[in-house]
């Protein structure tokens, strides 16, 4: 598991009490804590490290978990912050290798099913999403990966619920308005698909 409650050593019944809280937390929340780092961090790894210091950093502050209203909320929020802090230490990916998924996308001889269940056409969604600005790839991100409410949304990111709902409405306008242009095989002005 994520954290080993064992190797705390509690010395007092309070700190057994706040181990096994700690455990319980840890066992109800590791999944979805390691799934939103993935989300954002599309490193397994880096996910399992960022899980890893979300739930130490519950450890440090478990007197205030007692006061938190929606862990799940306080969670996401605290692991959120985590992973993209890791993405802004770590140096920008290439995304500029659509060309030769494009190409498969036009073929005549591919069907839409084919397509659909292709694991290219995951790959240029994932690309796609990538490429958005921060601001529409966060709330896209947090609504359809980690199936997050946009009240949900807007405490994670600190920003008032109307705007979750605003960029995400733009975010899914972008991707729907850049397949339809990759669709016809259009290029923008600076060549890149």
């Known amino acids: 598991m994520l954290v080993n409650a064992v190797a705390i050593n509690p010395k007092t019944a309070t700190d057994k009490v706040a181990v096994a809280s700690l455990d319980a937390l ?5 999944r979805f804590v390691f799934r939103l780092a993935y989300s954002v961090l599309r490193n397994h790894h880096d996910a399992e490290d960022a899980a890893q210091e979300t739930f130490l950093r519950v450890l440090r502050h478990r007197q205030e978990m007692e006061e938190v209203a929606d862990q799940r909320a306080w ?3 605290v692991t959120w912050r985590i ?4 993405v802004r230490r770590t140096p920008e ?7 030769p998924l494009l190409e498969q996308l036009r073929s005549p001889q591919a069907s ?4 659909a269940a292709d694991a290219q056409m995951l790959r240029l969604t994932e690309t796609m999403v990538a490429a958005l600005p921060a601001e529409l790839r966060d709330v896209l991100t947090l609504s359809t990966l980690e199936e ?8 994670i990111l600190g920003i008032p619920e109307g705007t979750v709902r605003t960029r995400l409405q733009r975010a899914r306008q972008r991707l729907k308005d850049k397949l339809n242009e990759l669709m016809k095989g259009g290029r923008n ?5």
């Open 75 to 77: 969670l996401a929020r």
């Open 148 to 155: 997050l409410n946009s009240r949900e949304i807007a405490e």
């Open 189 to 193: 002005e600076s060549g890149r698909a």
């Open 93 to 99: 990916r290439d995304h500029d290798d659509l060309a």
């Open 83 to 86: 992973a993209v802090d890791r």
């Open 26 to 30: 840890v066992r109800e929340h590791a």
């Open 112 to 115: 839409a099913l084919q397509l």
